[in-house]
């Protein structure tokens, strides 16, 4: 089979049609769950892929590569002499986009880029020099994956042809790849037993703008402000990132959660593991971001039933509770709300797709199979709902 050889020799592959520069899981965070579960609906197409994980040393010696150590110098290398003739960049890197746009130019790759932080957006109000430079590379890759509408206005904004842009958000339904529960920390399941309500979010300790991005401050307020009634009250936080030097910050919110009396209240998960068997146990599920792209774990919590409260800091998916970013008050008002059973904005069928949903996906995976095939990245589904 191709591949395969006697112990020692030097295995060489043939190259695939499709190369995806991204994450796999572990660790289990938006982009590198997306990928997992993008693989079976590549699989059904037929399409001919390999990932190249740039994320983690996660690798299963067939689809899956980690090229982890050293990524700097193997994108480089790779976007300058790799084999496959279709690349899909899963990344918020700048250099990869002008990576990417040299390969397309000048060495007739077919390249789609996927846009999915606030990056660019950033970047248009406040670094002209990068908004150039992204502009530049946008303009010269062969077509750009938006998750949200405000991406697609910032690729327009900086000269993209609409028509080779795809709006579609990061989500794909969980069971295309189920995640076990034995992929979670036994602390965590002691501690969903333990507490009801139990509220769940997710996140690591990152920084914008001088404030807590993911909120865990927020998140040790709210439970000492629920506790008086709610005596039995948990949420616990799961970290898709942890690194030593977080610990410090991490250390400053647990005293805060002792001086409030719930240290007991609220477990900051670091321990790498899957996100989705937490959500589906929990009765809320929160995001107080002050930033975002389009949140996987939101459209993850809605498609399972579970109540939504999340900070108005960028659109959110119809069925979402919104509270306005860092208003404690707001958050506390909102959460207590959805707990009593109060109203909830468009509630959803558990498990099931919207049409919208399906069309979308269909158009996602469309034009990655397209591309792989030697199409183009023209779209008729550039403003799809």
């Not at 090229?67 to 960049?89: K, M, N």
């Not at 309500?197 to 401050?217: F, H, R, S, T």
């Amino acid at each position: 089979m191709p591949g395969e050889g006697r112990p020692g020799d030097r295995v060489i592959r043939k190259p695939a049609a499709l190369a995806i520069v991204a994450g796999y899981p572990p660790p289990y965070g938006g982009v590198t769950v997306e990928v997992q579960r993008l693989r079976s609906l590549l699989d059904r197409r037929g399409v001919d892929y390999v990932i190249y994980n740039a994320v983690s040393a996660s690798e299963d010696g067939d689809r899956v590569r980690s090229v982890f150590r050293r990524r700097t110098l193997w994108t480089l290398r790779y976007l300058l002499g790799g084999r496959e003739p279709a690349v899909y960049l899963m990344s918020g890197r700048l250099m990869a986009w002008l990576l990417g746009a040299f390969a397309a130019r000048w060495r007739g790759k077919r390249v789609l880029v996927q846009l999915r932080n606030s990056f660019l957006a950033d970047w248009i109000a406040r670094s002209p020099w990068r908004r150039f430079w992204a502009g530049l590379a946008l303009r010269h890759v062969t077509g750009v994956v938006c998750v949200s509408r405000l991406l697609m206005d910032c690729a327009v904004t900086v000269g993209v042809d609409p028509q080779r842009l795809l709006w579609s958000p990061a989500f794909l339904p969980p069971e295309l790849a189920p995640e076990d529960r034995r992929n979670v920390a036994p602390e965590v399941w002691s501690f969903t037993s333990a507490h009801r309500p139990l509220i769940a979010a997710n996140g690591k300790v990152l920084w914008y703008e001088g404030q807590d991005l993911y909120g865990l401050d927020q998140l040790v307020e709210l439970a000492a402000r629920l506790k008086p009634d709610l005596p039995e009250v948990g949420i616990v936080v799961c970290f898709w990132d942890h690194v030593p030097e977080d610990e410090a910050y991490l250390a400053r919110l647990t005293r805060r959660a002792e001086t409030l009396g719930v240290s007991g209240h609220v477990l900051f998960n670091t321990k790498k593991g899957a996100f989705v068997p937490v959500l589906e146990v929990s009765d809320v599920f929160v995001r107080p971001t002050n930033t975002d792209g389009d949140a996987v774990s939101i459209r993850e919590a809605l498609y399972l039933g579970v109540p939504t409260v999340a900070s108005d800091a960028v659109e959110r998916p119809p069925g979402t509770t919104l509270f306005r970013t860092r208003d404690l008050d707001d958050l506390e008002a909102k959460v207590r709300s959805l707990l009593r059973g109060g109203p909830r904005p468009e509630p959803r069928v558990r498990g099931r797709l919207s049409e919208p949903d399906r069309t979308r996906i269909e158009a996602y995976v469309s034009l990655l199979s397209s591309v792989a095939a030697g199409g183009g990245a023209r779209t008729r589904a550039a403003r799809a709902d």
